[in-house]
């Protein structure tokens, strides 16, 4: 038996290799488009369907149309019930994967790559051709209502609506939560989802393709998706644009007997269209993007107000958010408020350190490739690329470009796109309690009841 032997000093990192993103081919087949990644040698694959058919496509008062109706989808077929739709994609040692956001839905498979034929045909059994029975839509309704009505009673969801209120307007969909409320879902009907679907889901959209290509029929995939397919492909009008504050507004959401305060702090942000992306993205991590960020370290290491904090920037197609986001103790919220504000315009005004901007850099070119492993993740990026509009290699341009990265480019984006004096900061917690430590820190507090 060997001693233990104690490492005094951390290895030392070597310098990053380059990353290629893996070639990929288009094609055009039966009036729809294929965005395919070659992974040559893998035995899984990935395919998804990318559909112009996100929130900002729900009519007017039903928030929330578009969640149900691309989570029925496998939920009955017009050639399975919901039971056999499972079967058979688990008979296919399949996963199937469903995701939406404010301007499109993508619906996906990962399979083996010697069952990806049948796999996509059974995407495309659900995407064009989805029973939306009675029972089916009265049952999956309820459930959503369930599990909307337990989270509008958890702490946090109404902060978030505030939050949107204020940052886009009530009278925006981008000022309302990404599923609606329940009231809003409670408006939706089948009917409403059967005209969502033939509205915006019968368009021949993209097929997203991630697979060793040279055991893949790509014209046949696109054949099985495409074939039939009709309807507007076209994006959604673009809401109004967002006004800021003319100052740090705060807003209290009083949640009678709470213990904690939830905090969410930010403004508006640019698009993922942006050419200063990654160094917005690397000051981002070093101030609350990890357990390590400035946020964290100050608000939980040295005051002890939370278990966590975080900032970010969510990068939208027409437009971003920055958001910073904690849950503190009710006796310290205003303290934790004027805290939080001063790390987001220390960061503004005096940018990062080198030390700093080592470690995140070496995180980031470290994390890409790791979460690029799957075709999956090579799926993800593809879509990436459609919704925004990205060269084929916009993956490696951005890796090469964080190797590229210097410290004075964070330093630039943190001094342009942080606005420490037209932050929207909201406050749910028991204001009886912390109202008075919030006017006492001088801020201008608006109380605000957001509606479920």
């Avoid at 294929?34 to 899984?44: D, F, N």
């Avoid at 498979?109 to 051709?129: M, N």
């Avoid at 033939?198 to 060793?212: H, I, K, Y």
């Avoid at 990068?315 to 910073?324: A, D, K, V």
Wanted: aromatic letters at 6%.
């Amino acid at each position: 038996m060997t001693a233990e032997q104690l490492v005094a000093e951390r290895p030392e990192g070597t310098a990053p290799r380059p990353y290629v993103f893996p070639e990929v081919r288009r094609l055009r087949v039966a009036g729809g488009e294929i965005v395919a990644a070659h992974l040559p040698g893998r035995t899984m694959a990935w395919a998804g369907l990318l559909l112009e058919a996100g929130v900002l496509h729900e009519p007017a008062g039903l928030g929330g149309l578009a969640r149900v109706t691309g989570g029925l989808l496998d939920e009955g077929t017009a050639h399975y019930t919901a039971d056999e739709f499972g079967l058979a994609v688990e008979g296919l040692g399949a996963r199937w994967t469903w995701t939406h956001d404010w301007e499109t839905q993508g619906i996906g498979i990962d399979v083996p790559v010697a069952r990806l034929g049948p796999a996509v045909d059974l995407l495309a059994e659900a995407v064009r051709r989805p029973a939306f029975t009675d029972a089916d839509v009265e049952r999956f309704l309820a459930d959503v209502a369930s599990s909307l009505k337990q989270s509008w009673a958890q702490p946090g969801t109404r902060a978030q609506q505030a939050y949107r209120e204020a940052l886009f307007g009530a009278g925006s969909r981008y000022g309302q939560l990404l599923d609606g409320t329940p009231s809003s879902n409670a408006r939706v009907t089948a009917d409403d989802i059967r005209a969502f679907h033939a509205r915006r889901m019968t368009a021949p959209g993209t097929l997203l393709v991630a697979a060793d290509l040279d055991a893949v029929d790509l014209a046949a995939l696109g054949e099985a998706v495409f074939a039939g397919a009709s309807g507007p492909d076209g994006r959604a009008e673009a809401p109004p644009a967002a006004q800021d504050p003319s100052g740090v507004r705060v807003l209290l959401v009083d949640r009678p007997g709470a213990v904690q305060s939830v905090l969410r702090i930010g403004h508006t942000a640019p698009p993922r269209s942006t050419p200063d992306l990654v160094a917005i993205d690397l000051f981002a991590e070093i101030l609350g993007g990890s357990f390590t960020s400035r946020l964290n370290h100050r608000l939980r290491e040295v005051k002890g107000y939370t278990y966590g904090a975080g900032a970010s920037f969510a990068h939208g197609r027409r437009i971003g958010t920055f958001t910073m986001a904690s849950s503190v103790h009710t006796e310290v919220t205003a303290d934790a408020v004027a805290d939080a504000l001063a790390e987001i315009r220390r960061m503004q005004e005096g940018g990062v350190t080198a030390e700093e901007f080592e470690t995140t850099r070496a995180h980031a070119l470290g994390s890409m490739p790791i979460r690029l492993q799957t075709p999956r993740g090579i799926g993800a990026r593809l879509r990436e690329a459609v919704v925004h509009g990205l060269p084929d290699d916009h993956v490696t341009r951005e890796y090469a470009e964080i190797v590229a990265a210097e410290p004075a480019a964070a330093d630039r984006a943190a001094a342009t796109y942080l606005r420490p004096d037209a932050l929207t900061v909201v406050v749910e917690g028991d204001a009886e309690k912390v109202r008075a430590g919030l006017d006492a820190a001088g801020f201008e507090v608006l109380a605000v009841d957001p509606q479920d």
